[in-house]
Nanobody
Framework: QVQLVESGGGLVQAGGSLRLSCAASGYFLSIKTMGWYRQAPGKQRELVAAVTSGGSTNYADSVKGRATISRDNAKNTVYLQMNSLKPEDTAVYYC???????????????WGQGTQVTVSS
């Protein structure tokens, strides 16, 4: 079984910063890609940022220049630092990981439970 546990969400004023963390635990061989999606009320879930095991990153245009994704492979943890937050960043942020299970030796994706980020104007 695999678990992704997120932390770091909350209420922040516009222009402020927030750091989200997500730690993966369980029976897996390796993690390929880790990242963050978000879903605002009435909108589809969208990719915010992702990072591969090799350190390659990908960002949504809406957060480029304001967000930094990083990971600690030794801790199986991914971080999302967001600065200059805007009210439109308000959403539930979900961590995900594409990992290879020990049991199946195949790639599966897992999701965290989500953490609320609210940016007040």
């Amino acid at each position: 079984q695999v678990q992704l546990v997120e932390s770091g969400g909350g209420l922040v004023q516009a222009g402020g910063s927030l750091r989200l963390s997500c730690a993966a635990s369980g029976y897996f061989l390796s993690i390929k890609t880790m990242g963050w999606y978000r879903q605002a009320p009435g909108k589809q879930r969208e990719l915010v940022a992702a990072v591969t095991s090799g350190g390659s990153t990908n960002y949504a245009d809406s957060v480029k220049g304001r967000a930094t994704i990083s990971r600690d492979n030794a801790k199986n943890t991914v971080y999302l630092q967001m600065n200059s937050l805007k009210p439109e960043d308000t959403a539930v942020y979900y961590c995900y990981a594409d990992l290879i299970l020990i049991a199946t030796k195949s790639l599966h994706d897992y999701w965290g439970q989500g953490t609320q980020v609210t940016v007040s104007s």
